[in-house]
């Protein structure tokens, strides 16, 4: 998957107007047009270029101006699922957003475990798939967001084996992302994933 290619299940206008200003209240979802397409990969290539930045200078110099998730390299499996869900490459039937909205859900959140991704021999698979390690069902967009859960299954909803630590280091992010920031029902908030980040980080909004 290259970077340019995440640009397809991005919503443009909302992304862009979030990440430049910390005023932007729009966010506009229409059909992905092959103008939207192309816009979305220059899009891409700038969220990561400034996820990148925002690693290597201090958190004033940083442009993300909403509270934002950086999954990288050392969350590969978890990085690459994220992307695929975005880009509805996943489980999903149609791709996300990098922008979401935080949500309290409450409930079982193993609902997937009758799900054929998330089935007995899948999983088989994906532990001789990583080594024999240890594996858990990833879900994407998670479990406490608005596009999340078992009621956007299977359409907004990505799940996919990825070894546990994997899952356990990107659920403790946001939990981070979520508690320093503050979030509250519907508040958004951006996920950026690649494996070609070097690490996983969470930013808190720009002041």
């Not at 200078?57 to 992307?83: E, F, M, W, Y």
């Not at 996943?90 to 990098?98: R, Y």
């Amino acid at each position: 998957m290259s970077l340019g290619s995440l640009g397809a299940g991005i919503n443009m206008q909302g992304v862009l107007s979030t990440i430049t200003t910390t005023s932007a209240r729009q966010y506009v979802s229409k059909a992905m047009t092959a103008s939207i397409i192309q816009s979305g990969r220059g899009f891409t290539k700038l969220a990561i270029k400034m996820a990148k930045e925002c690693i290597k200078t201090s958190s004033k110099k940083c442009r993300l101006a909403v509270p934002t998730l950086i999954v990288g390299s050392d969350n590969p499996n978890a990085a690459q699922h994220i992307v695929d869900a975005q880009t509805g490459s996943g489980s999903n039937l149609v791709g996300g957003s990098v922008l979401l909205r935080y949500k309290n859900r409450t409930g079982n959140r193993s609902w997937y475990r009758n799900s054929l991704e998330c089935s007995a021999v899948k999983k088989q698979l994906a532990m001789k798939r990583h080594g024999g390690g240890s594996v858990e069902c990833d879900e994407f967009p998670f479990f406490k967001s608005a596009q999340g859960g078992r009621p956007n299954y299977p359409g907004l909803v990505s799940l996919r084996y990825i070894p546990k630590r994997e899952n356990r280091s990107v659920g403790g992010l946001y939990a981070s992302l979520v508690r320093w920031s503050n979030l509250r029902k519907n508040k958004k908030f951006l996920v950026l994933a690649h494996p070609s980040i070097p690490f996983s980080m969470v930013i808190n909004k720009r002041k």
